[in-house]
């Protein structure tokens, strides 16, 4: 099949579903943050969600950190 | 006691992976500086970002930067119930998004009952403009735009009359609520979502920084020194009001 269209590809085809999975959100000591698995123990921080703005300054959840998982509160999976 | 508690506190701090050696590297990689300023105390203002584009029912791909209704809702509802927290500064830099979560955002931001100032960095466009507006006081620097343009529908369409009628009921929806939490008139709101030949080939207008706030839509051009002024003022007036209310 060939397919003619200016869509881009991302909205003609569908995102899997396993890329939706990779990132949580979670808590970390009372801060919210989004979190990627890097493997099985570590997950590393993406984004903090806090709006507290001193959270943004606590070096221990700056975004690219490795936070064990056991730290971790509200990991669904 | 004390060192008890500062060995329990010790317990419970995470363990890096990495070595305190590569620590300093580490920091700099992050976030291009070796230290940032500490704090002691809790802030009594915090911060709301509506960054990317704001996400409704439909789940964006995960490369796309997205601001969740389902994440702030929760959190303007803490800062409601949070007695430390005197007020709330919203900093956008949106495209736009989905209108129904867009106006929760901004009807939630409406009925907060803490003083809040929205200021609009970059741009803050479509369902973006309820949200800058629904402040007690807004902002926009003067390199930030704001694209005012009738309402769009993605996804499956039936070609019938009601379809525009539904469209042009929420289009009503977002008029109402900007002209009710800002001084532009219907009329003027309307003639810039439905002018022709500012954008090419769409309808619309690009509002930039003076021109927003000439319209009435926006309060005043300024920055963060000028918002966090505002917004100190607006906590002090909240506060001797709420004072009043005590005595009588």
């Known amino acids: 099949m060939i397919l003619y269209t200016v869509m881009p590809l991302e909205q003609v085809f569908p995102e899997e579903s396993t890329v939706y999975g990779k990132v949580k959100q979670v808590t970390f000591q009372g801060i919210p943050l989004m979190v990627e698995a890097e493997d099985f123990q570590y997950a590393r921080v993406v984004r903090v969600l806090s709006t507290n703005p001193q959270d943004f300054l606590d070096e221990r959840c700056c975004p690219g950190t490795k936070i064990s998982f056991s730290f971790l509160e509200g990991l669904s999976s | ?248």
């Open chain 2, 1 to 248: 006691m004390n060192n008890d508690y500062t060995q329990n506190d010790m317990e419970q701090e995470p363990q890096k992976e990495e070595r305190p050696a590569s620590a300093l590297i580490e920091k700099i990689q992050q976030l291009g500086q070796t230290n940032v300023p500490q704090l002691s105390s809790d802030s009594k203002i915090h911060c709301l970002t509506i960054i990317g584009q704001i996400e409704g029912h439909l789940a964006l791909p995960p490369q796309n930067k997205t601001t969740k209704y389902e994440h702030l809702l929760p959190q303007l509802v803490a800062i409601e119930q949070n007695p430390n927290i005197e007020g709330l500064l919203v900093v956008l830099n949106t495209v736009g998004g989905d209108v129904e979560a867009g106006l929760a955002i901004s009807e939630m931001l409406a009925s907060l009952s803490k003083p809040t100032v929205s200021i609009v960095l970059g741009g803050g466009h479509s369902i973006g403009v309820p949200i800058a507006v629904s402040c007690n006081y807004s902002f926009i620097v003067e390199t930030a735009t704001m694209t005012i343009h009738p309402i769009r529908l993605t996804g499956l369409v039936i070609g019938v009359p009601q379809t525009f009628e539904y469209l042009d009921k929420m289009q009503e929806r977002v008029v109402n609520f900007v002209t009710k939490h800002s001084n532009i008139t219907e009329e003027t709101f309307k003639d810039l979502m439905f002018a022709k030949g500012n954008l090419t080939r769409d309808i619309g207008t690009n509002v930039i920084g003076t021109d927003a706030v000439n319209s009435g839509l926006i309060d005043e051009v300024g920055g963060l020194g000028l918002a966090m002024k505002k917004l100190n003022e607006l906590i002090d007036l909240h506060k001797s009001q709420s004072a009043e209310g005590l005595v009588q």
